[in-house]
């Protein structure tokens, strides 16, 4: 117990030491939010595959992986797609964005379509990251309690230090200390996770051979059915056209550096999705039976505190611990971003750098307290983050690739194709419930699509020359 507490301390001492140590290099807008767009390679690739390496990636794969196999990396191939075809235009975003100083989705369709359809992507865009934020918090807590439960702390109390911890942390850093503490972070997370407890937990079951014969029929063949099929298509749409990894393509020095991060990370992503489903397999095996109330989720802590070195779990819980800080803050800054910067310039075009520095540190507060409120209402890790990316996928995925590749796009069809998929899918999920068991993104973007396409044809005369 005293070895994990220990190594949680000094890692929120060398984040906060990192944090505090880059802090003076964000005192512009640009800076805090983007690094002054000079983050090189190493770093992008770390923070791109951090980013993504969070509590549904880590958790939430593992304790699908336990209950349905191989089939759990469904997700994350629809991941490798989205990244693959994300590199093929990061550099375009990095040109654009120093071409003309756009730092952000809103901030782009703003440029091009004028403020009413940046106001309404900002608005889901900020709804969004809030959610996502808050699945974080939730993974963060469940970690907190089973650390501490011989103190009987309780979840809403894990919940709240976990908040507060963000919070001060978030506050601190811009850009810099969130890449930088990626990093860091990254690589202790695969040094331990993606390495040394999959090895040792093929070993402990007695390698891959008595593996493949101590689980069911089809634990290690793909079986999809409509509910992978829709978790898959919602992470390419998000993946796409997610806010983190645009911002780190906004972020980087240059337009190869953009694309050779993207790529990079999705390497990094696709080894370590494939080790959390090798050690979730192993775990049906080590761990057939959960204590009551505990989901399965929590599998790989569960797993290693019962049978590694106290030393291994020590570094496994605050590896958890990192990555998924590491997630909220990546998450919360782009929240407070969107609405501090995107909604801010509509509501006050003059702003200044100063206010909106300071407007900053204001809303890590006030977005953390609401992320707090979301994670005190989630459950399942995994279907609350899937929750919080499918109104983002169906209303903002198809108008933003829109925005950046389509000369033909106009306001009217950015319009049409935004309020078009966000209503398909509350109707969908909400009125229909889901019909065909697909999810309400994969409904949403195909009327966004069909919507933009149509709008944009009946009002050819808006087109501009922003691609040009």
């Not at 730092?103 to 709804?127: E, T």
């Not at 950015?414 to 209503?423: P, R, S, T, Y």
């Not at 933009?452 to 020359?465: E, F, T």
Request: charged letters at 10%; aromatic letters at 10%.
């Amino acid at each position: 117990m005293y070895l994990v507490i220990g190594m949680l301390i000094l890692y929120l001492v060398l984040v906060v030491f990192v944090s505090i140590k880059l802090k003076n290099k964000a005192k512009t807008v640009e800076g805090f939010y983007l690094g002054k767009r000079n983050m090189p390679l190493p770093i992008l690739m770390l923070t791109v595959a951090a980013t993504w390496i969070g509590a549904s990636s880590t958790l939430g794969k593992s304790g699908l992986a336990y209950r349905i196999g191989i089939t759990a990396m469904v997700p994350t191939l629809a991941t490798f797609v989205a990244f693959s075809v994300f590199s093929l235009f990061a550099g375009k975003i990095q040109r654009i964005g120093v071409k003309y100083h756009i730092s952000s989705i809103p901030d782009l369709i703003s440029h091009r379509f004028g403020k009413v359809p940046a106001l309404l992507a900002s608005i889901v865009i900020a709804w969004t990251l809030i959610g996502t934020t808050g699945t974080q918090m939730v993974a963060s807590s469940q970690i907190l309690k089973l650390i501490f439960e011989d103190f009987q702390i309780s979840y809403e109390t894990a919940l709240i230090i976990t908040a507060v911890v963000v919070i001060i942390y978030t506050s601190l850093s811009g850009f810099y200390g969130v890449a930088y503490s990626d990093a860091i972070q990254g690589i202790l997370l695969l040094l331990v996770i993606g390495l040394l407890l999959p090895v040792l937990a093929v070993r402990e079951v007695g390698g891959i051979h008595a593996l493949i014969h101590s689980v069911p029929a089809g634990y290690f063949s793909l079986e999809l059915d409509s509910s992978i099929i829709s978790y898959g298509f919602v992470y390419l749409l998000y993946f796409l056209a997610g806010p983190p990894y645009w911002q780190r393509a906004f972020a980087a020095s240059d337009s190869n550096s953009a694309r050779k991060g993207s790529m990079g990370g999705n390497a990094i992503i696709i080894l370590y999705s494939l080790s959390v489903t090798l050690i979730g397999i192993c775990g049906y095996v080590l761990h057939p039976v959960f204590p009551e109330g505990v989901s399965d989720e929590m599998m790989i802590p569960i797993m290693t505190k019962a049978y590694f070195h106290p030393l291994l779990y020590a570094m496994t819980i605050t590896s958890f611990m990192a990555i998924v800080m590491s997630t909220i803050d990546s998450y919360l800054l782009l929240a407070v971003q969107t609405v501090s910067t995107d909604i801010a310039k509509v509501v006050k075009p003059d702003i200044s750098d100063q206010k909106q520095l300071r407007l900053s540190k204001y809303m890590v507060v006030i977005l953390g307290l609401l992320a707090l409120l979301f994670a005190l209402k989630a459950g399942n890790i995994l279907d609350s983050l899937v929750l919080s990316m499918s109104y983002f996928s169906a209303c903002i995925a198809v108008p933003a690739m829109a925005a950046l590749l389509s000369k033909k796009t106009t306001k009217t069809g950015m319009l049409c194709g935004m309020i078009g998929g966000f209503a398909t899918a509350v109707i969908w999920k909400n009125f229909l419930g889901n019909p065909y068991g697909l999810n309400e993104a994969i409904a949403g973007s195909a009327v966004s699509l069909v919507a933009l396409v149509a709008g944009s044809a009946c009002s050819q005369k808006q087109m501009s020359d922003f691609l040009e």
